[in-house]
């Protein structure tokens, strides 16, 4: 088989794996989080291998302390995050009158110290368009938190998503041959290259954002909560988790901490300073401490690649792309390096003269 044909037919394998993602998306979150969980505790899983552990006890050891410290967290912080989520779910059409009524007089005289006109109806336009937007939040925190198997079914996350992840960490080195099994021979030592970098960068990636999102996450969530924030806990918290996310989850922290400080503690600028100075403390501590420390230079992403692999995977596969953009999103950079190189070897860059 030439290389053309080679090229051919594993393009077609991936475009109908493509297919079978997109067709299947509604149900494959948790099989996709299994999968990632077993992924990310095989490192743990061989150490143990090396000191002498089976692979069956280690991923027992290792599946019962993973998912048993997951059930404490999840019974201990339950209880505030639910109950602070169902209080801002109903006091917050009263956040948004609020809202107006201290924001339309201050954009009023911000009009009038420049001169210009204010339109007719002001008050009434960002009433309607802050309403529709509370609305427009409503509905989509409905959506998700009631989609049944639209997004995620709670009874079966917590059954299949454990299963899957013991049984593919138990199974993970006989995986891994299999799929080296399955290379084609002539480049089956370029792609193991291709995949130990791809390896490199999602272990660093997942690791590292793992302590940096779990160190924000208790940041935040106390340090919120100390200054006295309505719905700290869960702000704190959320701003955490969504820091996978490069800049989206400080900007989601930023907006909600200080707009429900400034409703709750208005005219008061002094603790409205103190909010702002907790998320400024802590994207500092981010940026300048965490990932320099944790991340180091292991990871080439850029932020914006990330972004954009975000939203490009919630659009056409939903959740699962979204959980699957981050390592693919890796992978394609790797790929985009390694055929650059390649490229840059090749007579189509240095020309018919080689130079």
Not at 46 to 66: D, K, N, Q
Not at 121 to 138: D, K, S, W, Y
Not at 140 to 167: D, E, H, Q, R, S
Request: charged share 10%; hydrophobic share 55%; aromatic share 10%.
């Amino acid at each position: 088989m030439n290389p053309r044909s080679q090229a051919l037919f594993w393009l077609l394998v991936l475009a109908a794996t493509l297919l079978l993602v997109w067709l299947l998306s509604a149900i494959l979150f948790p099989f996709v989080l299994g999968i990632a969980l077993a992924y990310a505790l095989d490192p743990a899983a061989t150490a143990l291998e090396r000191r002498g552990c089976s692979r069956t006890a280690a991923t027992v050891l290792i599946g019962a302390g993973f998912f048993g410290c997951g059930m404490v967290l999840l019974l201990l912080l339950t209880p505030p995050v639910a109950g602070q989520a169902a209080d801002l779910l109903q006091r917050l059409p009263g956040l948004v009158a609020r809202l107006i009524e201290a924001v339309g007089p201050l954009l009023s005289r911000a009009l009038n110290a420049i001169g210009a006109d204010q339109p007719e109806g002001l008050h009434q336009t960002m009433a309607g368009n802050l309403q529709r937007m509370a609305a427009l939040g409503l509905a989509l925190l409905k959506g998700v938190l009631g989609g049944g198997a639209a997004v995620v079914n709670v009874a079966t996350l917590l059954t299949i998503t454990p299963l899957t992840t013991f049984y593919v960490l138990r199974q993970w080195p006989d995986i891994v041959q299999t799929v080296d099994d399955w290379l084609p021979r002539d480049h089956a030592d370029a792609v193991r290259g291709i995949m130990r970098d791809i390896d490199v960068v999602l272990k660093g990636f997942l690791h590292g954002s793992v302590i940096i999102c779990a160190a924000l996450a208790a940041f935040y969530g106390i340090a919120l909560s100390l200054a006295g924030l309505d719905y700290g806990l869960t702000i704190g918290l959320a701003t955490g988790a969504l820091s996978f996310i490069p800049y989206v989850g400080t900007l989601f922290g930023l907006i909600s901490s200080v707009g429900v400080a400034f409703l709750q503690f208005w005219p008061e600028w002094t603790r409205i300073a103190v909010v702002l100075g907790i998320f400024l403390a802590g994207q500092l501590l981010a940026d300048y401490v965490l990932t320099p420390r944790v991340m180091g230079s292991r990871i080439s992403v850029h932020p914006l690649w990330l972004i954009f692999g975000l939203l490009a995977g919630g659009a056409l596969f939903g959740f699962v792309g979204m959980l699957l953009s981050v390592p693919a999103t890796a992978a394609v950079g790797v790929l985009a390096r390694f055929f650059i190189g390649r490229y840059k070897e090749s007579s189509l860059y240095r020309g018919a003269g080689g130079a």
